[in-house]
């Protein structure tokens, strides 16, 4: 599985196409959680070469947690010019590991592994040339039934995408695995995500073609605001270059 920013330049449509056709199928195969330990946890995701050791794992609240992953995405960004990933519990303010990719995406192969409730978990990396978030992005969210996906850049602007809780969050403490997964969808949402997907495509064609990559950022933006509310969602930036697109 991959959080994958848009600053992925597609070099043809096939490539966009295989993109779409490769999002994974919900995590969900089994009906309840599995209750790991935070060690076993960190055992399953250590499997990956890319995986890093966070500087600290646990924060007194959500908010410290939150800043010390962004900027972690900063330094590696500054350091590297590439992406890096934070996978954090907003119940345990655990940090769960950290991953690191290159310029273009950070690869999380064994966070599918985890047989657990995601419904807690946020997931912020960098983007390095500061586009909001990607298709792909979009659809690790809506398939692994993550809490939130967050893009930061360089300058800690950020793009964010969540679940409108309060409606199905459970209030059983042994939740389903991924609550959030494509059974659970309305024909709305689905309808949404289809015409999401669609829009998105041809974005990356007529923009990749004309080399117009600000433009591009711009028109993410726009399909992002129009279709994640459709898909109960919800969609969040504080981009400089986008305020002069805001309603």
């Given at each position: 599985m991959k959080v994958v920013g848009n600053s992925v330049i597609i070099n043809n449509m096939n490539r966009v196409r295989n993109l779409f056709k490769s999002t994974p199928k919900p995590a969900v195969l089994q009906e309840k959680a599995e209750q790991l330990s935070y060690e076993k946890i960190l055992e399953i995701l250590r499997k990956a070469d890319n995986f890093v050791e966070p500087a600290k794992?646990?924060?007194?609240?959500?908010?410290?947690?939150?800043?010390?992953?962004?900027?972690?995405c900063i330094e590696t960004l500054k350091s590297?010019?590439?992406?890096?990933?934070?996978?954090?519990?907003?119940?345990?303010?655990?940090?769960l590991g950290e991953f690191i990719g290159d310029s273009?995406?950070?690869?999380?192969?064994?966070?599918?592994?985890?047989?657990?409730?995601?419904?807690?978990?946020?997931?912020?990396?960098g983007h390095p040339k500061n586009f909001p978030l990607s298709y792909a992005d979009v659809s690790f969210l809506r398939d692994t039934?993550?809490?939130s996906i967050i893009a930061v850049d360089?300058?800690?602007?950020?793009?964010?995408?969540?679940?409108k809780y309060g409606l199905e969050k459970p209030k059983s403490k042994i939740g389903l695995i991924n609550l959030y997964n494509k059974k659970s969808e309305t024909n709305r949402e689905k309808r949404a995500f289809?015409?999401?997907?669609?829009?998105?495509?041809?974005?990356?064609?007529?923009?990749?073609?004309?080399?117009?990559?600000?433009?591009?950022?711009?028109?993410?933006?726009?399909?992002?605001?129009?279709?994640?509310?459709?898909?109960?969602?919800?969609?969040?930036?504080n981009y400089d270059y986008l305020k002069n697109t805001k309603k």
């Amino acid at each position: 599985m991959k959080v994958v920013g848009n600053s992925v330049i597609i070099n043809n449509m096939n490539r966009v196409r295989n993109l779409f056709k490769s999002t994974p199928k919900p995590a969900v195969l089994q009906e309840k959680a599995e209750q790991l330990s935070y060690e076993k946890i960190l055992e399953i995701l250590r499997k990956a070469d890319n995986f890093v050791e966070p500087a600290k794992r646990d924060f007194d609240s959500t908010k410290t947690m939150f800043e010390y992953a962004k900027q972690r995405c900063i330094e590696t960004l500054k350091s590297k010019n590439s992406e890096h990933a934070v996978i954090m519990n907003t119940k345990t303010n655990k940090v769960l590991g950290e991953f690191i990719g290159d310029s273009q995406c950070v690869p999380m192969s064994t966070f599918n592994d985890l047989n657990i409730d995601k419904s807690d978990i946020v997931v912020m990396h960098g983007h390095p040339k500061n586009f909001p978030l990607s298709y792909a992005d979009v659809s690790f969210l809506r398939d692994t039934g993550i809490k939130s996906i967050i893009a930061v850049d360089i300058n800690g602007e950020f793009s964010f995408v969540g679940r409108k809780y309060g409606l199905e969050k459970p209030k059983s403490k042994i939740g389903l695995i991924n609550l959030y997964n494509k059974k659970s969808e309305t024909n709305r949402e689905k309808r949404a995500f289809l015409s999401y997907s669609a829009t998105s495509c041809e974005d990356a064609e007529f923009f990749r073609n004309a080399k117009l990559e600000e433009g591009w950022k711009c028109a993410i933006h726009d399909t992002l605001e129009t279709y994640i509310p459709s898909m109960n969602l919800r969609y969040v930036t504080n981009y400089d270059y986008l305020k002069n697109t805001k309603k």
